[in-house]
């Protein structure tokens, strides 16, 4: 079942490359595993998926011990300070980074450990009151800060609409972060370590965000079934 659905996720993620001419190969799949079992975990990973999303420490820590190489992490849960040492011991990448305290903590964390650590800055494209994510407008300010920091390597952005059940609705969010990379990459503040990742893009609107750019999608209820 969950192989299925991977292969037919990898099919989609193809054709909507392919709809605006993009290497497949410049967007990958984080398979968002939050509240699923080891046992989903492995299955997926057995057959090729070597990626996975979490959202929350505890669940992650467990998981991420019982699982073991060579499957790698990212952090996209909403990221307290008092777990700021544990999220950077066990991820490759935090996509949640939104405010420069969490940055700074990040930041020292990893300089004790000896790790660099890749990070993405989400924005909050809606300007929802209850979601996470640094205002469009201080993206450029926060940047030239957490630029500074030891030990961080900014990728890119990361983004959560508006909830909507059409994802054509969805697409104004998408292309609004990608256009806001391309400022921020003009102007010399994204970008200096390599290609711009923009995350974005969930089970019901990926390939509507591969359109616009995505580079990683994070997708979970369309691999391994509705949450309980
Ligand atoms: C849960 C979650 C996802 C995956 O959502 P699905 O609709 O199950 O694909 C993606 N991104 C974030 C930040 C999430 O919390």
């Known amino acids: 079942m969950i192989c299925d659905n991977l292969k037919i996720i990898e099919k989609k993620i193809k054709r909507a490359a392919g709809r605006c001419r993009r290497n497949p ?29 979490e959202n929350y420490l505890q669940e992650a820590k467990e998981k991420i ?25 066990l991820f490759q990448m935090i996509e949640t980074v939104d405010r420069l305290k969490i940055a700074v903590l990040l930041s020292n964390h990893c300089v004790n450990l000896g790790k660099n650590l890749d990070i993405l800055i989400q924005v909050n494209v809606g300007r929802e009151q209850r979601k996470s994510g640094v205002a469009p407008e201080d993206t450029a300010a926060l940047l030239d800060k957490i630029n500074a920091l030891p030990n961080l390597t900014v990728r890119g952005l990361m983004t ?4 909507t059940q059409n994802p054509e609705e969805a697409r104004p969010y998408f292309s609004s972060l990608r256009l806001l990379a391309d400022d921020l990459t003009s102007s010399g503040l994204l970008g200096r370590n390599g290609p711009v ?20 999608v994070r997708v979970g209820t369309a691999i391994f079934g509705p949450r309980s």
């Open 25 to 53: 190969d410049s967007i990958r799949l984080v398979a968002v595993s939050k509240r699923m079992t080891v046992d989903a975990v492995r299955k997926a990973a057995g057959c090729g998926q070597l990626l996975f999303g």
């Open 65 to 89: 011990a019982a699982v073991g190489a060579p499957v790698s992490w990212h952090f996209i849960g909403r990221l307290q300070s008092n777990k700021a040492g544990q999220a950077a011991r």
């Open 160 to 163: 959560m609409p508006p909830f």
């Open 197 to 216: 990742e923009l995350s974005m893009g969930m089970s019901r609107d990926f390939e509507t965000a591969i359109e616009e750019g995505a580079t990683l």
